[in-house]
């Protein structure tokens, strides 16, 4: 089982930077592939980064290939998400998410454990 809390949100203006957290509970962290996925007011979730549990492969949306960075500190049981030059579209509530296995690391529905989601708001 694995409890997942994000942080790092809030409010920044276009073309700036913000780096979110992911802070897990558990002794297995190491074991688990990480990712963030969002979603913005209207819209349906996507996916943005996912990261595997040995961290050399890590996988990116287009939309922010470039931009976002994702890594993970297995140490202290901790995945973030830098995100740099930050546009209006970024905007959304991101989540931190988990699972043990997966197939396609795009698809949400790979993985069982959910945050409860961090807002990134981001003005023009």
């Known amino acids: 089982q694995v409890q997942l809390v994000e942080s790092g949100g809030g409010l920044v203006q276009a073309g700036g930077s913000l780096r979110l957290s992911c802070a897990a509970s558990?002794?297995?962290?190491?074991?688990?592939?990480m990712g963030w996925f969002r979603q913005a007011p209207g819209k349906e979730r996507e996916f943005v980064a996912a990261?595997?549990?040995?961290?050399?492969?890590?996988f990116y949306a287009d939309s922010v290939k470039g931009r976002f960075t994702i890594t993970r500190d297995n140490a202290n049981n901790t995945m973030y998400l830098q995100m740099i030059s930050l546009k209006p579209e970024d905007t959304a509530v991101y989540y931190c998410?988990?699972?043990?296995?997966?197939?396609?690391?795009?698809?949400?529905?790979?993985?069982?454990?959910w945050g409860q989601g961090t807002q990134v708001t981001v003005s023009s």
């Open positions: 558990g002794r297995t962290f190491s074991r688990y592939a």
């Open positions: 998410v988990a699972t043990e296995t997966w197939r396609n690391p795009r698809i949400g529905s790979e993985y069982n454990y």
């Open positions: 990261i595997a549990w040995s961290a050399l492969n890590k």
